[in-house]
Each structure stands twice: as C-alpha cells, then as structure tokens.
C-alpha cells in the first residue's frame, strides 16, 4: 500500500523544470496567455541582477544570452555585457554587479515572457540531460575566463552570416551548467569554447593572408 501511496505521489509531483524557467517565472514571466491586470509591464535589470544574486550569474547569462538571439546584427552590446559578467567571475566576485544606471533600465514583460516561452517550448530535453553531478568542475574563475572569451567574440562585428550561435550556445550551455549545479555541462561548455578560440585563430589567420595578399598587389 505505501508503494502504490508514493507512485501515485510522484504520479502528481509536478515535473521538473530548469531553473532558469522558475527564475522567470517568480519575476512574473509566462509562457502561456498572461492573466490582466496581476503583475507589472516591466523589470528593470536591477532586478534581474537582485535575482541573479540568488541564482549566481549563470541567471544572468542565460536572460542576456536568450534576448540577443533575435538581435541579428546588434551583439556587441549583448557581448560587452556579458564579457562584464564573466570578469567579474574572474576576479571573484560573489554576486554580479552592474551600475546604477544600467540597473534602471527597463525591459517589457512581454520580452521576459517571450524569453520564458522559448524555454518551455524548445528546451523540455534540457530538463531531462541536466542533474547535479561533476561539481568540482565548477570553478568561478575558469568559467569566467570562458563565458569572457566567448562573449569578446560574440561582441566582434563578424563578417559571418549566423555567426552569433557560434558564441550564443557555448554561452547558454555554461550558464545552464551553472544554474544547475552540473559539471558535465560545464565540461561542455569549455569544449565548446575551446573550439570556438580555434576557429577564431583560423578565421583571423585567413583575413590576415588576404590583407596580406591585397597589400602586395597594391604595392
């Protein structure tokens, strides 16, 4: 009978989500129609920081990440921020700062529920992959150093069509390794960002072959 009692327990638990969807959602966010009249039109990044505060700077990387990816063409400030935020992992910081004048700018819910929408619906096989495991891994500083890198390149104004996602997702693997506790993730998202140095050393060796190139021939 207790057996049966707690399949019938789990039966109604409600499923596990990523931490960065309950983050959201305890800001106000929705990923369904929104009831009238119950929260407020907007959240200042002041407020996302003071939640980050909680959560680590992985809330943050995850908010900055998600909203840059329908900027085509406008990634530099997304970058620089981040880029902001993995520096102050590397020197230790606790908890993310930004000045105050940053912190009073505003954001419309319906960009945060667009955020949270995007996350219940492309991202349920993430819930699933992630656990708490390899926490040694997780070392502030090294993270900072790759979530730095990444972000320098996402704010470069590559010559690339869709080069963003090349930075974007090492950048939101790290920052959901760091919401959920989990190494492996994190493992990830170094390897991913180790490719990404990679490819940038080759894609700057080549450019400067060509200027290389395009001088001689003038000259």
């Not at 009249?37 to 809330?59: C, I, M, N, Q, Y």
């Not at 900055?64 to 981040?82: K, N, R």
């Not at 390149?153 to 869709?162: E, K, S, T, Y």
Request: glycine letters at 8%; aromatic letters at 8%.
């Amino acid at each position: 009978m207790d057996v049966e009692r707690a399949r019938e327990v789990i039966a109604a638990s409600p499923p596990r989500r990523l931490r960065l969807s309950e983050l959201l959602e305890e800001l106000g966010a929705c990923d369904d129609d929104p009831p009238l009249g119950t929260r407020p039109s907007h959240v200042s990044l002041g407020e996302l920081v003071d939640k980050a505060a909680e959560a680590g700077f992985g809330f943050l990387v995850g908010v900055l990440v998600l909203l840059a990816i329908p900027f085509v063409g406008f990634s530099t400030p997304f970058g620089i921020a981040i880029a902001l935020l993995g520096l102050q992992m590397m020197v230790g910081r606790p908890r993310p700062w930004l000045p105050w004048r940053a912190r009073r700018r505003e954001l419309t819910m319906h960009m945060i529920d667009r955020i949270a929408t995007l996350l219940a619906r492309r991202t349920r096989w993430i819930v699933k992959a992630t656990s708490r495991r390899w926490e040694v891994l997780i070392q502030a500083r090294v993270v900072g150093l790759g979530i730095f890198v990444l972000a320098v390149g996402l704010a470069l104004p590559l010559p690339i069509p869709g080069s963003n996602w090349v930075f974007l997702l090492p950048l939101f693997v790290y920052a959901i390794g760091i919401l959920e506790r989990d190494g492996a993730w994190i493992l990830a998202g170094h390897i991913l960002a180790v490719v990404d140095v990679v490819l940038l050393v080759v894609f700057w060796q080549v450019v400067s072959s060509v200027l290389a190139g395009v001088w001689q021939w003038l000259t």
